[in-house]
């Protein structure tokens, strides 16, 4: 079992790390020639308005088409203050991996567009308040055990080994976090955990109004995320009957907060704190499920009035 999670753990660094030393180095690179500062003073406007540099697009975009590693991997090569990476993981825990997992939404019978404009718009909106709301996080980010640069690479050949050096510092950490993580997922699964796991929230789910069987789902979901988690998903939706309002109220819960071990944990590299960062996932989550299932609620009882009168 050990074993099992210690090849999947160095199997997912891996894979993390073929994304996050090109990025990186990429990244580095286009920082020193003219493409990245002309990208950057035509996209600042639109970034001022969430308190957000012009090159922090590229971050939202590398995390939104690609993968949450991609977007950390854009972040490591960037001056940030801690406000700054803060208010780009609060985004990027909202709205990332979109293509993939906005294709898992479809296979469980959730409509794409409507699971894109919840994420997107939670990205948005959390950034602007965040910015507008906290003042403070102004000091620079210290990315862990990422050196900070002495000075100031004259020669491309220097420019390339500093984005060399920031990659494999950037994959070593995350790797300390990323393979002791995949362990205890796998004795999660090997174990059954999972089932005891959705038993304890079949009462925080019957809160938000979603019936027991879909608490498989929810926990599924929690743990390994939209993308990991789909075949667990997929087989509790057709296995358990999960009806559409319980399958629309589950994923709406999981958009805004699934995966929150791991894609909280993958931010503690960026000096950033992740306790605010997992509650405002949460509450988020709760608020919207809450607010949903209430209007759900009175169209169901709203119908059922009417269709009493007409007979």
């Given at each position: 079992?050990?074993?099992?999670?210690?090849?999947?753990?160095?199997?997912?660094?891996?894979?993390?790390?073929?994304?996050?030393?090109?990025?990186?180095?990429?990244?580095?690179?286009?920082?020193?020639?003219?493409?990245?500062?002309?990208?950057?003073?035509?996209?600042?406007?639109?970034?001022?308005?969430?308190?957000?540099?012009?090159?922090?697009?590229?971050?939202?975009?590398?995390?939104?088409?690609?993968?949450?590693?991609?977007?950390?991997?854009?972040?490591?090569?960037?001056?940030?203050?801690?406000?700054?990476?803060?208010?780009?993981?609060?985004?990027?825990s909202f709205s990332h991996n979109m293509l993939v997992e906005s294709?898992?939404?479809?296979?469980?019978?959730?409509?794409?567009?409507?699971?894109?404009?919840?994420?997107?718009?939670?990205?948005?909106?959390?950034?602007?308040?965040?910015?507008?709301?906290?003042?403070?996080?102004?000091?620079?980010?210290?990315?862990?055990?990422?050196?900070?640069?002495?000075?100031?690479?004259?020669?491309?050949?220097?420019?390339?080994?500093?984005?060399?050096?920031?990659?494999?510092?950037?994959i070593g950490q995350l790797a300390l976090i990323?393979?002791?993580?995949?362990?205890?997922?796998?004795?999660?699964?090997?174990?059954?955990?999972?089932?005891?796991?959705?038993?304890?929230?079949?009462?925080?789910?019957?809160?938000?109004?979603?019936?027991?069987?879909?608490?498989?789902?929810?926990?599924?979901?929690?743990?390994?995320?939209?993308?990991?988690?789909?075949?667990?998903?997929?087989?509790?939706?057709?296995?358990?009957?999960?009806?559409?309002?319980?399958?629309?109220?589950?994923?709406?819960?999981?958009?805004?907060?699934?995966?929150?071990?791991?894609?909280?944990?993958?931010?503690?590299?960026?000096?950033?704190?992740?306790?605010?960062?997992?509650?405002?996932?949460?509450?988020?989550?709760?608020?919207?499920?809450?607010?949903?299932?209430?209007?759900?609620?009175?169209?169901?009882?709203?119908?059922?009035?009417?269709?009493?009168?007409?007979?």
């Amino acid at each position: 079992m050990f074993q099992r999670g210690l090849f999947v753990g160095l199997k997912t660094t891996w894979t993390l790390g073929k994304v996050i030393f090109p990025i990186t180095v990429i990244v580095t690179l286009l920082q020193y020639s003219p493409v990245l500062p002309w990208v950057t003073n035509m996209l600042t406007p639109i970034m001022r308005w969430i308190g957000l540099p012009g090159d922090a697009a590229l971050v939202l975009v590398l995390g939104n088409f690609l993968n949450l590693y991609a977007g950390i991997g854009a972040m490591l090569t960037m001056d940030l203050t801690v406000k700054e990476v803060f208010i780009l993981a609060v985004m990027l825990s909202f709205s990332h991996n979109m293509l993939v997992e906005s294709a898992v939404a479809a296979q469980v019978g959730v409509r794409v567009w409507w699971t894109v404009v919840v994420r997107v718009g939670l990205a948005f909106s959390a950034a602007w308040l965040i910015h507008v709301l906290w003042d403070g996080g102004q000091q620079m980010a210290k990315y862990g055990l990422v050196p900070q640069a002495s000075t100031t690479p004259n020669t491309w050949g220097e420019i390339a080994w500093t984005g060399i050096e920031k990659a494999l510092y950037g994959i070593g950490q995350l790797a300390l976090i990323i393979i002791p993580l995949m362990i205890a997922i796998q004795v999660l699964k090997e174990l059954k955990w999972l089932d005891t796991f959705s038993k304890w929230l079949s009462p925080f789910a019957r809160l938000l109004g979603i019936r027991e069987n879909a608490s498989l789902t929810m926990a599924a979901g929690l743990l390994f995320g939209l993308a990991y988690g789909a075949g667990v998903m997929i087989q509790a939706v057709k296995e358990d009957g999960v009806s559409k309002k319980d399958l629309t109220l589950t994923f709406l819960f999981l958009v805004a907060c699934h995966a929150v071990v791991e894609d909280t944990l993958l931010f503690v590299p960026l000096g950033i704190p992740v306790w605010p960062l997992l509650i405002i996932r949460l509450v988020t989550a709760i608020l919207l499920t809450a607010t949903l299932s209430f209007i759900w609620n009175r169209m169901e009882h709203r119908k059922r009035k009417e269709a009493t009168y007409e007979y």
